[in-house]
C-alpha cells in the first residue's frame, strides 16, 4: 500500500481559501476570487497561482476533466485543524495538551456555551480511560 504523504502545512492566504472551499464546496477559482475580494482586493492570476501552489502541496484536488476546472480541499476543516494544533502542540509546547488549553483560555475567554463543551469532552475522555 502507497501512502500519500500528508499536505504540507498551509500557509494564512492558503487557509483563507480552504475556509472558503470548505464554506461553499467545490468552487472555480473565479467563485474564490469573489469570495477572497470581500476582505481584501486579490488578482485573478494572484489566486490562480496560490491554488496552483496549493495543489502541489497536496491541500486541494483539482478536477481537470471539468472546464473551469473545479478545486476542492483535500481534508476536511477538522482534519486540517487537527494537523495545525498536533504541529502547534508539539512544536511550542513540547506536547503538552494542558499547556496548550490553559494559554488558549488565558488569550480568549471561552463563551458559557464552549465551555460546556468542553466539559462534556473531557467528561468523555475522562470516561474512555476507564
Request: net charge positive; no cysteine; proline share 4%.
Given at each position: 500500500m502507497i501512502r500519500t504523504p500528508a499536505p504540507k502545512r498551509?500557509?494564512?492566504s492558503e487557509l483563507a481559501i480552504l475556509r472558503i472551499l470548505w464554506e461553499k464546496g467545490p468552487s472555480t477559482v473565479r467563485?474564490?476570487?469573489a469570495e477572497l475580494?470581500?476582505?481584501r482586493a486579490t488578482g485573478y492570476t494572484?489566486?490562480?497561482k496560490m491554488m496552483q501552489i496549493m495543489t502541489e502541496k497536496g491541500l486541494v484536488?483539482?478536477?481537470k476533466s471539468a472546464r473551469p476546472q473545479?478545486?476542492?480541499p483535500r481534508l476536511s476543516r477538522e482534519q486540517t485543524e487537527r494537523q495545525l494544533v498536533r504541529d502547534l502542540l508539539e512544536r511550542a509546547f513540547a506536547g503538552s495538551a494542558k499547556?496548550?488549553?490553559l494559554q488558549a483560555l488565558a488569550v480568549k475567554k471561552a463563551s458559557a456555551e464552549e465551555m460546556a463543551e468542553i466539559e462534556k469532552l473531557?467528561?468523555?475522555l475522562e470516561e474512555e480511560k476507564q
Open positions: 498551509p500557509t494564512n467563485q474564490v476570487l475580494n470581500r476582505d494572484t489566486a490562480l484536488e483539482r478536477d473545479i478545486y476542492r499547556r496548550l488549553v473531557l467528561n468523555k
